[in-house]
Structures are given as C-alpha cells and as structure tokens.
C-alpha cells in the first residue's frame, strides 16, 4: 500500500507541461503505480482542458497544414529500448526507455546510476541504491527533489518509506535517510541542483 504521494500541485505542474522532463520522470514512476495520484492527474487534465475551451483559437502558420501533409508519407521508425545491463528490477515503464548509465559507487554499499541530465533547466534524475542498514550522510538541497522508491524501504526520521512510496523535499528541508535492515533500497530520484554536502560534491564528480 502507498503512503506518501506527490503534492497535489507537482501533479498539476505535471499535467501541464511545466513541471520539466527530469524531475516528470520521477513523478511518472509514482503514477505508473498509484491510482490515486492517477486520479488526480485525470482532474487537472480535464480542468485544463476546460480553460483552454475558454480561450479564443489562435492562428495558426500558413504553411502549417502543407507541413504536416508533407510528413504523412514518412516511415516511422521504432526506437529499441536501449539495453539496461546490471538493473535485476522491474522498471516503471516510463524508465524503461531511458538510457541508463553505469553504476559508480558513491561511498562503500552506496551506488548511483545517471539517467538523465538537463544542463538548461539545472534538473537531473538518477537511480540511487543503497545496501541494508546504510545511513545516508544528513544533507539539505539546493532545489526541490523528489524521490520514488521502487524497491525496498528507508527511513526520514520516525516515516518509513516503502515501494511505491514518495517523498517530495525543497531548500527549507534537511534530513538524514536511514535503509531498511532487510533489502537494498533502490529509488529513482530528480533534482533540481544537487544535495548540499558531502552527498553533492561526489555526485557533481560522478553523476
């Protein structure tokens, strides 16, 4: 059973395209799993779609209709999923197309895997995974993070967090992560900038 959701205004953000594409990654792995959070999802679609029956149509480009009668004779090419070697997990389906990057080891039993990067908008995403009992370093962010767990639990003080689960934190927030003693702890993770700290300075130098 999940917890922990997103803000109900990150899915609004999601929704209408201006939450950007790292940190939709990690919101989309939540709702792969949450019918909750789907449901909210379909209400600030269909809101949105409400607000855009008010507003007066715009012009469109004169050659806009030739252009796309241009394109309909064009194969369509399938893109293969790119190989995702070393990942022994089921991945949310909006990851499984994404490339992921080797694991290197933040600290001993501490590893992260890049997955995207966006140097525009300042936001990355990664999979972070942690042996059981890791106590990850106390640190604070630079930029809201948002963190889904795919497998495994951990701990911000007394709050558990377990698959599916997910925890939204900004630059007011600092915490130290506690991992389950059972199971490696394995999330995927988008920032915007990265954590303060030691946790910071290894992941500009590896991620």
């Not at 501490?110 to 525009?120: E, G, N, S, T």
């Not at 630059?171 to 506690?178: G, R, T, V």
């Amino acid at each position: 059973m999940i917890h922990h959701h997103p803000s109900d205004e990150s899915i609004l953000d999601y929704a209408n395209g201006s939450l950007g594409r790292t940190l939709a990654l990690a919101l989309g792995a939540h709702l792969d799993g949450c019918a909750q959070c789907c449901r909210t999802l379909f209400l600030a679609e269909a809101v949105g779609g409400a607000l855009l029956e008010t507003e007066a149509p715009a012009e469109l480009d004169v050659g806009a209709f030739s252009s796309v009668l241009s394109r309909l004779g064009a194969p369509i090419a399938e893109a293969a999923a790119p190989p995702q070697a070393g990942i022994a997990m089921a991945l949310p389906a909006n990851l499984q197309h994404q490339r992921i990057g080797a694991r290197r080891w933040l600290a001993p039993g501490i590893w992260i895997r890049p997955v995207l990067k966006d140097p525009a908008e300042g936001t990355r995403v990664y999979l972070l995974g942690a042996a059981p009992g890791k106590a990850l370093p106390r640190h604070g962010h630079s930029g809201v993070e948002m963190t889904q767990v795919l497998t495994g639990e951990f701990y911000d003080g007394g709050t558990r967090y377990g698959p599916g689960d997910f925890l939204e934190a900004g630059s007011d927030d600092e915490h130290a992560l506690m991992v389950g003693a059972n199971e490696e702890c394995v999330c995927v993770i988008a920032s915007r900038g990265v954590p303060l700290g030691l946790p910071g300075l290894l992941m500009r130098l590896l991620a």
